[in-house]
């Protein structure tokens, strides 16, 4: 995807015959401008080649130096302790990147990999009925994300909400309602009236676990067609969907399909007809399993596919709602984002499949994510403990209208952009982090616009479209590139040149945290350059012209990387 770095890794890996794949893992950025643009760490190659380290670094320059001598896009090789250090031809490498940036323009980045391919994302997925945390946020976000790269990138994509509608928390739900809910209470306000019962029932039960009782019998009615039980569950649900819809408003998250668990309920005896016909399904205690062996291939955790009261489970509901989704949308990918507590429900529903014989299952992969946690405190709806989305973002929205009334007082429709940032910065702290990472959310930590944060991102665009205002006319798409290779230059284009490389690898991981890493890097070097080149005052007009040309390729991809991560993007802070 460069061609700068695809000749480094052919010369290099030649010269040290080893695989491309592994030169390219290796590949790193010099710490100073110094020693070159790239370079290659030779410490892992002792074992393999068993040489000093310094040694394999003078072998391979020695061998790569011909071909380099020979290049139009390599000036030079050079051997520095344990380093292979390579520089660039300076105004072969930055023409290429503008050229690519203007050629391409907002879709700079995407090599249309996607093109005539379907994914289908199973994401946010609330347990309806009530409030939506801080803690719903990571699957939103994330899945949000994972979205938008691959729709960037050529895919046609399909969003699932496959809404928390049915189950063991809706049984204990009704049995609460009947036991204890005030019907006017709830009308008026159904979610948090809903929250609060649910929490009353989980500590009831602690002291008398015969209510659990109560819970399974509304619940087997439920999946009988109870009148009653059907009317208040479609009670349940629709409210919840509601709210959660309005907060998917405020987040600017959308999908393209809502069927929740309770859709395929009564899919099941398909689902056990499928197991049946393998020879796969069998009674144990009442119940219907599928049994599985462990990683060790040991006797492991059985799939249930129905309960011993006759009821559809987790399992059998998933495994029905992903055969639809098979034939309904014929994806070539499709990717569960949930908290990694749910590995091995997903290991067993995948390996349940392959036993059956469906070869597609190996298209189907589990994006896991670490739990959060708000200053340092576990949240958990059954116990109560939670905090609402809605009172997180309301907050980062006053203390980032607070923060421009001292800082900009003057701004234009600062109420607007207050929200824009106060909401930007809860998403990115959450898609900054590596996806299986735990997290704890600081609201504090989350509005720094020093640090690696997304109101710093925001505010290095605003600050390079008020450049591109003030230079008042339009960016010269012919701008002279050569004129342009001071360090600073350089450390711009060598971010900017890796954005399709970062998308790429974000796609086939399903992690949008590369995509966040690589944003606070171009706008840590774009910074470094507004500080170090002068670009408005500079006395060569030529040179203004490039440098202009290069400001703005900033900003398009800061922009781009932005909305990619669910963020907005304004131009004035």
Not at 215 to 237: N, T
Not at 390 to 404: F, G, K, M, W, Y
Not at 437 to 443: A, E, G, H, V
Request: proline content about 4%; overall charge negative; hydrophobic content about 40%.
């Amino acid at each position: 995807m460069n061609p700068f770095v695809d000749d480094i890794v052919e010369i290099l890996s030649t010269a040290a015959q080893l695989p491309a794949t592994d030169v390219a893992e290796l590949l790193a950025i010099p710490p100073d401008d110094s020693l070159g643009d790239y370079a290659l760490p030779c410490f892992t190659l002792a074992k393999v080649l068993r040489k000093n380290p310094a040694q394999i670094a003078q072998d391979i320059a020695d061998a790569a130096g011909p071909a380099i001598d020979g290049s139009t896009r390599l000036a030079a090789v050079q051997a520095a302790g344990p380093y292979v250090n390579v520089r660039l031809e300076k105004a072969a490498f930055i023409g290429w990147v503008l050229a690519a940036i203007g050629e391409q323009g907002e879709s700079f980045g995407s090599q249309n990999q996607g093109a005539g391919r379907t994914v289908t994302i199973d994401f946010s997925s609330p347990n309806l009925a009530r409030p939506f945390s801080i803690a719903h946020l990571r699957s939103t976000a994330i899945g949000h994300a994972i979205y938008r790269i691959h729709e960037f990138l050529g895919y046609r994509c399909v969003g699932i909400n496959h809404y928390g509608d049915y189950g063991a928390n809706f049984g204990q739900l009704l049995a609460a309602y009947q036991m204890w809910g005030d019907e006017q209470k709830v009308a008026a306000d159904p979610v948090p009236e809903l929250l609060a019962l649910y929490v009353r029932f989980n500590d009831e039960v602690e002291k008398d676990p015969d209510l659990r009782e109560e819970s399974r019998s509304r619940l087997r009615r439920l999946a009988d067609g109870d009148e009653e039980m059907v009317s208040l569950w479609r009670f349940f649900v629709d409210a919840g969907r509601k709210e959660a819809e309005r907060i998917y408003g405020i987040l600017g998250v959308h999908f393209d399909e809502y069927k929740g668990e309770g859709d395929f309920a009564d899919d099941f005896d398909s689902v056990i007809g499928l197991f049946h016909e393998k020879g796969l399904a069998e009674e144990s205690d009442g119940a219907l399993i599928v049994r599985l062996k462990d990683e060790e291939g040991e006797e492991g955790a059985p799939c249930m596919l129905r309960t011993s009261n006759g009821t559809s489970t987790y399992h059998s509901r998933d495994i029905a709602a992903l055969l639809y989704r098979k034939r309904e949308h014929a994806f070539d990918k499709m990717v569960y984002v949930t908290d990694n507590r749910q590995a091995l429900h997903f290991r067993q529903v995948f390996q349940t499949l392959s036993l059956a014989g469906i070869e597609w299952i190996d298209r189907c992969e589990h994006a896991p994510f670490g739990m959060m946690s708000f200053k340092g405190q576990a949240l958990s709806t059954r116990k109560g403990r939670m905090v609402i989305l809605e009172d997180v973002l309301d907050q980062a929205i006053n203390l980032t209208r607070e923060i421009i009334a001292e800082k900009n007082p003057d701004l234009k429709d600062a109420d607007d952009v207050a929200r824009q940032i106060g909401i930007s910065a809860v998403v990115y702290a959450d898609v900054s982090n590596r996806r299986t990472r735990d997290i704890s959310f600081s609201l504090e930590e989350v509005l720094n616009f020093d640090g690696e944060t997304g109101p710093y991102l925001q505010y290095t665009h605003a600050r390079y479209c008020s450049i591109l205002r003030r230079y008042g006319t339009a960016v010269d798409g012919e701008a002279d590139p050569s004129r342009l290779g001071e360090p600073a230059e350089m450390r711009v284009a060598r971010a900017l040149g890796s954005f399709p490389g970062v998308l790429a690898r974000a796609e086939r991981e399903n992690e949008p945290s590369y995509v966040a890493t690589f944003l606070i890097d171009l706008a840590t070097q774009a910074n470094k350059l507004y500080n170090e080149v002068p670009v408005l005052i500079a006395e060569d007009p030529a040179v203004k012209a490039a440098r202009i040309r290069l400001v703005d390729a900033v900003r398009g991809v800061l922009r781009t990387g932005m909305t990619l991560l669910g963020m907005s993007c304004p131009e004035e802070m």
